[in-house]
């Protein structure tokens, strides 16, 4: 344990009872400079480190940036998934109509009519499809992260920021309805 008036090493115990000046971190090295991490949801705006070592939350202001920021976040991973769907639909290619006849239950003919798209490998929407999916992966990992700082009020702002991006793009979305026709 270090003494207030101590030299400026850092003695710290070893588990085995034998003194570290540092090189080699303990359980209880470094006191204050490491925060444990938080494995239980609470509400605070005290210390929450958010991301980054630098970003450090300390007043009401700061969380409601931060939520407000997270919520933004998780909008736009949302617009995201959206807005993927919607390039690929638009930059189809090779698309194919393939009809099979399918017994119906009352003995019936059904015919079955499945729409089959391809995309280029080696282009320019795929390209642009490959650099959205790892933008979309990057920003799911880092809603996971803040998620996972158990900051009731960040897990909140994530939730929030998800249904609200859900709710305002995800109306764009064109239903898939498989095109049946009955024959006699």
């Known amino acids: 344990m270090s003494h207030p008036h101590a030299h400026h090493e850092d003695h710290t115990m070893a588990p085995d009872g034998t003194h570290s000046n540092g090189d080699h971190m303990t359980p209880d090295a470094g006191h204050g400079q490491h925060m444990m991490m938080q494995m239980t949801f609470y509400f605070g705006h005290k210390n929450v480190e958010l991301l980054f070592a630098g970003l450090v939350i300390n007043t009401p202001g700061e969380m409601v940036g931060a939520c407000i920021g997270v919520l933004l976040l998780a909008m736009l991973y949302e ?11 638009r930059n189809q290619v090779n698309v194919r109509y393939n009809s099979m006849p399918v017994p119906g239950a009352d003995g019936t003919v059904l015919m079955e009519t499945h729409k089959t798209v391809g995309q280029k490998m080696m282009s320019l929407p795929h390209f642009i499809q490959t650099l959205l999916h790892i933008i979309q992966v990057v920003v799911s990992y880092f809603l996971m992260l803040v998620f996972m700082t158990y900051n009731g009020y960040l897990c909140i ?3 929030l920021g998800a249904g609200l991006g859900y709710f305002l793009f995800s109306w764009k979305k064109a239903v898939v309805v498989d095109i049946t026709e009955h024959c006699h």
């Open 79 to 89: 617009g995201l998934k959206i807005g993927r769907e919607v390039l690929l639909r």
């Open 157 to 159: 702002a994530v939730a």
